[in-house]
């Protein structure tokens, strides 16, 4: 039974179970419950993870601002050319720290992904973040990232407006912020358009969460020009949270409960909140070289495999 499959039985028995008057029948309903999310989520595979990190009903986000971060104030526009709703950024407090927090953003909906192009930002979105990054290192704000984009939008007029030069020159001014930066993977984290937002001191993932060069869809159409070989590609490419701390691509995963986020998301959200103050306090002690040089390290380590 695939794991689409199995959640669709919980979903009906979650049905059942709001109808269920008798309490033996309840009983027998959440034995069977478990049963099943023991089942499904006992061992999931990779693909599983990346249908579990696309699900329209995991919290995207907005949904990690509103419950980390207080008087979050939103900021639009690249000062170029127009604001990107794939984006969203701006200025919060995190228990009293002021921080900047930018992020991909997805809907819920078909018209609300209609409206922030399915995650998938532009030049423009690019160049927002960068803006409010710039503005948060002027006033020594702390950056969060979340990410979570299938990649940069790659149509003929994000060409002709500079996609690839926004890309690259975010990952360039980021490798240099004087300010403690933190990027978390909350959904999918897909190629340049993941990559541009996070050049960070910390990167963290959600257990269910993928990171990856491209999606499995077009590594098994470019390697063996055949995309139903999906799931064997998403295994080869090493995109999970577990496979990437392993690597030492990522700093740290947090779990999620058994079932997913969609109901179950409160806990998560304390978490991060704390792990942040945890994490900006060490940060915000190293001065502006140790800083810049830590991360500079951080980056060079990566597929180094010669012995320490």
């Not at 990690?64 to 127009?82: C, P, Q, T, V, W």
């Not at 577990?242 to 109901?263: N, V």
Request: with cysteine.
């Amino acid at each position: 039974m695939s794991l689409k499959e199995a959640e669709e039985q919980i979903r009906r028995l979650d049905e059942q179970l709001k109808n269920a008057g008798d309490e033996g029948v309840r009983k027998a309903l959440l034995k069977e419950k478990n049963r099943l999310l023991k089942e499904a989520y006992g061992s999931l595979s990779s693909y599983d993870r990346v249908y579990l990190a696309r699900k329209p009903t995991r919290p995207n986000v907005r949904n990690y601002i509103k419950n980390i971060f207080a008087e979050f104030y939103e900021l639009h526009g690249d000062r170029l050319m127009r604001d990107d709703p794939a984006v969203i950024g701006g200025i919060a407090s995190l228990d009293g720290i002021a921080v900047t927090v930018i992020g991909h953003c997805k809907g819920k909906t078909l018209d609300e992904n209609v409206k922030c192009n399915f995650g998938m930002p532009n030049p423009e979105g690019y160049r927002k973040a960068l803006r409010l990054m710039r503005q948060a290192e002027k006033f020594k704000r702390p950056i969060i990232t979340f990410i979570d984009t299938p990649g940069a939008h790659p149509g003929i007029e994000s060409e002709k407006h500079g996609q690839g030069e926004a890309i690259a020159r975010n990952l360039m001014e980021m490798g240099s912020l004087a300010v403690p930066i933190i990027a978390i993977v909350i959904g999918e984290g897909g190629s340049g358009g993941a990559l541009a937002l996070s050049v960070a001191d910390r990167i963290w993932m959600l257990e269910n969460a993928v990171y990856s060069i491209l999606s499995p869809e077009g590594f098994a159409s470019i390697l063996w020009k055949d995309a139903s070989r999906t799931r064997e590609a998403a295994e080869l490419m090493k995109l999970t949270s577990y496979d990437l701390l392993e690597m030492g691509i990522i700093d740290k995963l947090f779990g999620e409960p058994k079932g997913g986020l969609d109901m179950n998301s409160r806990s998560i959200y304390q978490r991060i909140k704390n792990t942040l103050k945890i994490e900006l306090e060490l940060l915000s002690k190293l001065n502006r070289r140790a800083l810049i040089e830590q991360r500079y390290k951080k980056y060079r380590r990566i597929g180094d495999c010669s012995p320490r």
